[in-house]
């Protein structure tokens, strides 16, 4: 059986339980269901349930389709979703169901995705150093640095360029920055999580400057802060790079689970 949700609020008030079993994940959702004002085939929720099983999806664009929920109803959603012209052409959920998705679409003829970018979701409790001085709040002279240092991290990373000019106005306070030669070398974002937590994202150095712990000093300041609000400090990294997995580890982040994005080619 397929719902098809008018509104994202209806979405979220029909399965916050079932979303908060995992409330990780359920952060990508509630983000994203609050913008969602009309249900259309480009911006979409919907449900799947096969017996007891359920499956979730949410579509706002820019951004990724989202899944959540049990692989029992992988085929029937996907096969929903194509025959009735819904838009798919990224999406992103934990591993083990992402993989399943990919299996199901890449059944369809003329269809192919592939895994765009693989990531470990991970976690700090306790700090391990002290926070460095050289970290700093950025002002409003620093938008168009912050801007660009931005659209380079989604170059780095591979991710679709979401943020622009207005997004880093509204959370130039979450933003901290390291500063030589009279420049913006290198940066970190306080992003929400969940009740209990906040996010580290957005970590750049300028290819010139890396190699000299900048960012090092960032995670953990960042880090730290959140720490000192009484909350635990989370980040996603790309299970494919052993440079940063290995930074995060050693700040005290541990796994909690692995996600990927999946792109249509």
């Not at 399965?15 to 994203?32: H, P, R, W």
């Not at 934990?94 to 990919?102: D, M, Y």
């Not at 150093?129 to 640095?145: G, L, T, Y």
């Not at 796994?255 to 080619?265: A, H, N, P, V």
């Amino acid at each position: 059986m397929i719902i098809e949700y008018i509104d994202g609020d209806t979405f979220l008030e029909d399965n916050i339980d079932f979303l908060n079993s995992n409330e990780y994940l359920a952060t990508f959702f509630k983000l994203n269901a609050v913008r969602l004002t009309r249900s259309t085939l480009n911006d979409y929720a919907l449900r799947c349930e096969v017996g007891e099983h359920k499956l979730l999806t949410l579509k706002m664009n820019p951004y990724s389709t989202l899944f959540f929920g049990d692989i029992e109803c992988v085929s029937e959603l996907i096969s929903f979703m194509i025959n009735n012209g819904y838009e798919l052409d990224k999406y992103m959920c934990e591993l083990s169901l992402g993989n399943e998705i990919l299996k199901e679409l890449n059944r369809i003829p003329n269809i192919e995705f592939y895994e765009s970018l693989s990531m470990d979701f991970m976690k700090a409790t306790e700090r391990t150093e002290p926070s460095s001085m050289e970290v700093e709040i950025p002002n409003e002279d620093d938008i168009d640095e912050i801007v660009e240092c931005v659209d380079r991290f989604c170059d780095d990373c591979g991710i679709s360029k979401t943020r622009n000019r207005d997004f880093v106005i509204n959370d130039l306070p979450n933003y901290r920055i390291i500063r030589k030669d009279g420049k913006i070398v290198s940066m970190g974002k306080i992003a929400p999580s969940t009740s209990n937590d906040l996010k580290v994202s957005e970590v750049y150095t300028r290819d010139e400057y890396r190699g000299q712990g900048l960012a090092r000093k960032v995670v953990n300041s960042i880090k730290n802060e959140i720490l000192d609000q009484g909350k635990n400090a989370v980040l996603s990294v790309d299970r494919k790079n052993p440079i940063s997995n290995h930074l995060y580890a050693s700040l005290g982040y541990k796994r909690i689970f692995s996600q990927s994005e999946y792109r249509k080619k």
